[in-house]
């Protein structure tokens, strides 16, 4: 599966920004999808993941209460609503898709990734 990612930009503190990720290539639906982010000068990182049925997340302690993940397999699109943002949320982020049922927060087990997008928060 090719991913694309998009969405986003340069957003003041407290702001919110749409990730998305375009799949396209294989059945999106067989796959469980995954964010990570990549600061400068750091190693990347778990965000969120939801299973292939977009029924079942897990975040990361940092994001959570104010990412959301989500997955439109209709639409074969993945999401990340990020809400209430802080200066340490700057970072490359990427989407990731594993061909699973579960919900995988290891980076290790991802087998497609997408080109990433760069996240900008001003303080």
């Known amino acids: 599966v090719q991913l694309q990612a998009s969405g986003g930009g340069l957003v003041q503190a407290g702001g919110s920004l749409r990730l998305s990720c375009a799949a396209s290539?294989?059945?999106?639906?067989?796959?469980?999808m995954g964010w990570f982010r990549q600061a400068p000068g750091k190693e990347r990182e778990f965000v969120a993941a939801?299973?292939?049925?977009?029924?079942?997340?897990s975040y990361a302690g940092s994001v959570k209460g104010r990412f959301t993940i989500s997955k439109d397999n209709a639409k074969n699109t993945g999401y990340l609503q990020m809400n209430s943002l802080k200066p340490e949320d700057t970072a490359v982020y990427y989407c990731?898709?594993?061909?699973?049922?579960?919900?995988?927060?290891?980076?290790?087990?991802?087998?497609?990734w997408g080109q990433g997008t760069q996240v900008t928060v001003s303080s």
């Open positions: 939801v299973d292939r049925s977009g029924a079942i997340t």
């Open positions: 290539g294989r059945t999106f639906s067989a796959y469980g």
């Open positions: 990731a898709a594993v061909l699973t049922p579960r919900t995988v927060v290891r980076e290790i087990e991802y087998d497609f």
